[in-house]
């Protein structure tokens, strides 16, 4: 039998308990400053509220009104026991699952400031932290090198053919050039090796080195053999954590045998008036209900979230994919219309919210996400288990940037079999990875993961030449129902190859997409891995780095896309790319009624992608008479869609209006003509 949840009478103004520093736990919390007598006032903790609530049940929804800065001992737990309430903040209130770190003192050595402290609890093997907060901003371990990456030398045993490589080479032992690895550094188990390739980050804890070879022995194994993905070359990787290497303002290294913490600060930093705080909870919250008795109605509004620490992935260097293993600041389960509103979530290690299993109706908006270690936000049910689905939630407004710093991998949206969820205009940007993933079943066969709306998002600036195989919008399996729209997606840059606005990988499926406006990518706007009946129409896809629109394989009995009404800008290169040798020739998709133009004056084309013995890539390429002998593009048009000094606006004697191309506004920026009318 179903619980009940707490009852209460929705009518009625809502009851207000006040949170402040300045509270006392035998207060009532009904007023927001003390009184004159020091009878009353404020509580002084949120969770005496919560308290409070359980003890003497209110009879209407609560706001809860927290003052000034909280650091958490435990995270606040909302349960279904608990009334409807809303957490709100006052102007700058903060909820910190950090400790500010005591009795730090000023040395000069050597000409540099160091800011030093003693942590009992740290030598005695109470605690260790991996994630600092310096004023507002996290800051980074000691690493070398200092900027870019060295490059590992060799990995014994393993091969180059193949694009993954045997399971067989999986294996934890690398050689790096004699010294850039030394025994003799101090505390080198709590060294980690970060290897970037493929779409990956590799953590890998260091177990031990050979001075003279250079051979590394790591803790845990990586996902990948150690491959640069298509390049015959090992992967690149970086040191974290080298206190023998602590050198630059801003680096910090905690010394975990003797309790000694050190920070180098930056100029301007001043010892009396900067925080140094040092993340201790593995989440600040989590709204937890059971099946069959979710939590309902509870919000969490205009507060600052931070301080979170982040651990390494359990035993092994990363996740396959998307950093999805690691957790949120804010954790949610089996909640109902919860959510948060107008909140500032980092610095933290991990993702900034997860809306989990049982969760139904919940929103995040107008939230800012910066300064994160993994992502944004997770969405994620279990299909498995009909009482453990995810669905219907509004993700809308929000800014999600300058995260992914720790988990490279991580996604700035990731959506894992759940459906129903209005993804709307929210700004995605520099990121390390993907802006928005949505789908977690790789091929053809049911999914959780349907019914999507994509629309409005401004993505862009993603990629810092790092990892490869990503997208501004990425998507994974059949997604019937799934709409992507009226996005701009543009300045995505991969490392080596797959550098897309929109990447619609395997068995990608049933979606549509149409009105975006996709530009200035290292790889094609467009690419379409494997898929059934795609339609992509009315979009502009423009100054891509390789082709504009690809297809990686198509099947022999159904049709992969249909791509008609587009206006597609190249600078030379093919305008549909096929990969794997001679795809276009099986005509797996269809395509018409684009508006094509070579901006550099070239001839326009198609190709099949190939590529040398460097992985550079080059094209066997088919002419436009050749294609239309084929099938394709029979009605398109070549010519100079004439888009308006450098913008996206068309005048009105535009060749694509011919097409049936039509205006739209794509996350603010107008596209074809300045009003909503048609051309004449």
């Not at 400790?99 to 040395?107: A, D, N, Q, T």
């Not at 070398?144 to 030398?153: H, Q, T």
């Not at 919250?285 to 205009?302: N, S, T």
């Not at 994509?454 to 990892?467: A, P, Q």
Request: glycine share 10%.
């Amino acid at each position: 039998m179903a619980k009940s949840n707490h009852p209460y009478r929705p009518s009625g103004d809502a009851e207000v308990l006040y949170v402040s520093p300045r509270g006392n736990e035998k207060w009532t919390g009904r007023l927001a400053e003390p009184n004159p007598y020091d009878s009353d006032g404020p509580l002084p903790t949120v969770s005496w509220a919560l308290q409070r609530l359980k003890e003497y049940p209110p009879s209407r929804p609560v706001v809860i009104l927290v003052e000034g800065t909280h650091f958490l001992d435990q995270p606040l737990v909302l349960t279904p026991d608990l009334p409807p309430l809303t957490l709100r903040g006052a102007p700058g209130a903060r909820l910190s699952g950090g400790r500010i770190i005591e009795g730090l003192v000023e040395i000069v050595v050597n000409g540099q400031r160091r800011w030093t402290a003693r942590l009992e609890d740290v030598s005695a093997g109470k605690r260790y932290f991996r994630e600092v907060r310096v004023g507002d901003s996290s800051r980074p371990r000691a690493r070398l090198p200092k900027r870019g990456a060295w490059r590992i030398k060799d990995v014994p045993g393993m091969r180059y053919d193949g694009f993954i490589g045997p399971a067989a080479s999986h294996h934890e032992r690398f050689l790096v050039e004699p010294g850039q690895v030394r025994s003799d550094w101090n505390n080198f188990a709590d060294i980690d090796a970060v290897a970037v390739h493929y779409w990956l980050e590799e953590r890998l804890p260091l177990v031990s080195v050979d001075d003279a070879t250079g051979l590394v022995t790591t803790a845990v194994k990586p996902w990948f053999p150690l491959k640069d993905d298509v390049v015959p070359a090992c992967a690149r990787f970086w040191l974290e954590n080298v206190g023998d290497a602590l050198s630059e303002p801003g680096e910090w290294y905690l010394d975990r045998r003797t309790g000694a913490f050190t920070y180098l600060p930056q100029e301007g930093e001043n010892l009396d008036t900067t925080e140094v705080v040092a993340a201790s909870l593995d989440h600040l919250i989590a709204i937890r209900g059971e099946a069959g008795w979710p939590v309902q109605g509870m919000h969490i509004e205009d507060l600052i979230l931070s301080d979170v620490d982040w651990a390494p992935i359990p035993g092994r260097g990363a996740d396959d994919q998307a950093a999805w293993s690691v957790s949120a600041m804010v954790r949610m389960e089996h909640a109902r219309q919860c959510g948060l509103a107008r909140c500032r979530i980092g610095p933290g290690g991990p993702y900034g919210v997860e809306i989990g299993p049982g969760c139904m109706g919940d929103r995040i908006e107008d939230c800012v996400f910066r300064d994160l270690g993994a992502g944004g936000i997770q969405v994620f049910g279990d299909p498995g288990e009909s009482g453990h689905r995810c669905s219907h939630h509004r993700i809308h407004g929000n800014e999600i940037t300058d995260c992914t710093r720790i988990f490279l991998s991580a996604v700035g949206i990731l959506v894992r079999h759940s459906s129903h969820n209005d993804i709307l205009a929210n700004h995605i940007h520099h990121l390390v990875y993907s802006g928005i993933s949505a789908g977690w079943v790789w091929g053809f066969g049911d999914s959780a993961t349907h019914h999507n709306r994509l629309e409005d998002n401004h993505i862009h600036h993603l990629g810092t030449g790092l990892l490869n195989d990503m997208g501004g919008i990425y998507t994974l399996g059949e997604q019937p129902g799934t709409v992507i729209r009226h996005n701009h997606i543009h300045d995505i840059r991969a490392e080596g190859y797959g550098g897309w606005a929109i990447y619609s990988d395997e068995g990608s499926s049933y979606l549509v997409i149409e009105e975006n406006l996709c530009h200035d990518t290292t790889s094609e706007c467009f690419n379409l891995h494997y898929g059934r009946e795609n339609i992509l129409r009315n979009n502009v896809f423009a100054r891509a780095g390789l082709g504009v629109v690809s297809v990686s394989a198509v099947g022999a009995d159904w049709n992969s896309l249909t791509l008609t009404g587009n206006i597609i800008v190249t600078r030379s290169t093919p305008v549909l790319v096929a990969r794997d040798h001679d795809r276009l020739t099986q005509c797996g998709f269809r395509s018409d009624l684009n508006c094509f133009w070579d901006a550099d004056g070239g001839a326009i084309s198609g190709g099949d992608e190939e590529r040398d013995a460097t992985g550079k890539v080059f094209w066997k390429r088919t002419s436009l008479p050749d294609l239309q002998k084929l099938g394709y593009d029979r009605h398109s048009l070549i010519a100079d869609p004439h888009f308006v000094d450098s913008r996206w606006l068309l005048p009105e004697n535009s060749p694509a209006w011919s097409l049936g191309f039509k205006s739209f506004t794509a996350a603010g920026t107008r596209v074809g003509l300045p009003q909503a009318q048609p051309p004449g």
